[in-house]
């Protein structure tokens, strides 16, 4: 049956609990820098402080492996729209001898890539696993954070990082019935590890993210039918997906090392960026042509390699959208599922909404036995025993309803984990009206002796690779009280007043014999992952 808590509930009946400390299972865990999360974060960073700064670091980690979100996301086409190199860490000896089989790896490769990166760098000794963090609070007098887990146990460190990704937290619609459906019923990122048997199975898919996208044209292949329930049509991009040869991966490894820089230049990290060039510069002949070339090598050129004006201009934009619609009709022959999926008028400007890379989801759902449904025009109103009720009053009967339904994004996670600043405040009541970080990397509230309590999802996620900008522009989008030209700083409540970087202040106190945290910027790990520390 479905799992329905949000979060990632995880008890460890099994760790040792060994009395001496610093165990990685200690029941009382000592330790001078403490993560949350064995994700791509996670692990860099537990390598970057422990191998090369000689810090004591540990993982708390409510999954039972590395990976992070490639543990819970299984569903059946998870895959990453990220292609190859650029979806993996820079450390040399991890990437030096690892090759991928396609151009965009599924989970199973990130699951395979992640064995690798433990052989290479010895990681799990270090991570407690199934050990959930559900409280944080910083002693002043001992000057560290006690750290609570589910089962019990506690840590206490010097620094608390917070690398839990943006996907901790699942949401659920409040959808009447959810929970009388009599089939089976999964959330995208609890879906089952051994798989879910589609074949000969009508299938409902609620959502159209990319995992709604991928689910979709997976199950396509096998299910008797499926049916997507759509809010917003997602703009896709064909992905051109295709087999890697090792010896096309081995040739191409000296330039591996421009290829992590370049990531951290562009503007989405990828290794392309817009052209010098806006839309009107070209004339229709030559604009056609160039639109054409980036639809043909596939991926997200068309989105991140096109005119420079594309998000910014909105005739521009409406260019790129009536190509776009133009190309994505054209494969679907059902006239009513072809303006449901790619209405002629843009539902959003093109672009400023992330668009998937699809393989042949258009071609799957123009099939007869396909359908989708605009909940825009008839939400879902109900669940029952056997299926979902729209507010046409129809009922469609399923066997397996896959929830696509995604996240209490970035910040859900953050809040649910019990991380209190020194008043005690927990953090959902200090953002209960708005997200207040500095850089998306701390917040005011939290000691600045800690350098950085929070390696946030705000800065880490991936609305962009590029750290700094992805954490500048979420504080501005998150915060309405943040002008789109101010600088993101916090704000003392009490005084107002607005300090400009919690990081850079001092706390007075006696050296640490231990070595200083360096700056690591440059030193790019994941796509997502330009991480900076400073020591006090
Ligand atoms: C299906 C899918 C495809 C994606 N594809 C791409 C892509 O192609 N390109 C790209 O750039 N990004 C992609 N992403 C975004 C992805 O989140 C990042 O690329 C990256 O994996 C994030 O790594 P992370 O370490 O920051 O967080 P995560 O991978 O999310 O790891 C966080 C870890 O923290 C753990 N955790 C959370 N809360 C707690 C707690 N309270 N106690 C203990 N542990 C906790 C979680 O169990 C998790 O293992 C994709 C995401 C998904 C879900």
Known sequence: ?????????????????????????????????????????GVYLLHKLRDEVGLNVKIFEAANELGGVWRWNCYPGARVDTQVPVYEYSIEKVWKDWTWTQKYPDFNELRDYFHHVEETLDIKKDVSFNTRVIGSQFDAESNTWEVKTEDGRTAKCKYLINAIGFAAKRHFPDWKGLTDFKGELHH??????????????????????????QIAQETAKDAASVTVFQRTPNLCLPMRQRELTKKEQQDAKSEYPDIYRKRLTTFAGFSYDFVEKNTFDDNEEDREKFYEEMWEEGGFKFWLANYKDLLFDSKANDQAYNFWAKKTRARIADPRKRDILAPLKAPHAWGTKRPSLEQNFYEMMDRAENDVVNVRETPITEFTETGIVTSDGKLREFDIIALATGFDSVTGGMKNMGLKDTEGKDLGERWKNGT?????????????????????????????????????????????????????????????????????????????????????????????????????
């Open 1 to 41: 049956m479905v799992h329905l808590r949000t979060d990632i509930g995880a008890t460890n009946p099994n760790a040792p609990m060994h009395p001496e400390a610093n165990s990685t299972y200690a029941k009382e865990l000592t330790c001078d820098v403490l993560i949350v999360g064995a994700g791509f974060g």
């Open 436 to 536: 207040w970080t500095y850089l998306g990397m701390t917040c005011h509230g939290f000691p600045v002796s800690v350098f950085l309590p929070i390696i946030s999802p705000v800065s880490q996620h991936s609305i962009t690779n590029r750290h700094n900008r992805t954490c500048s522009s979420y504080t501005v989008l998150k915060d309405p009280q943040h002008s789109a030209t101010a600088p993101p700083v916090s704000k003392s409540k009490a005084t107002g007043s607005s300090t400009p970087s919690p990081q850079c202040k001092r706390p007075a106190s006696k050296p640490s014999k231990r070595p200083r945290m360096q700056r690591l910027a440059g030193t790019s790990s994941s796509p997502s992952l330009t991480t900076r520390l400073c020591s006090p």
């Open 188 to 213: 995208s990122s609890f879906w089952p590890d051994e798989g879910v048997d589609v074949k000969g199975k009508r299938v409902a898919v609620i959502g159209t993210g990319s995992t709604g996208i």
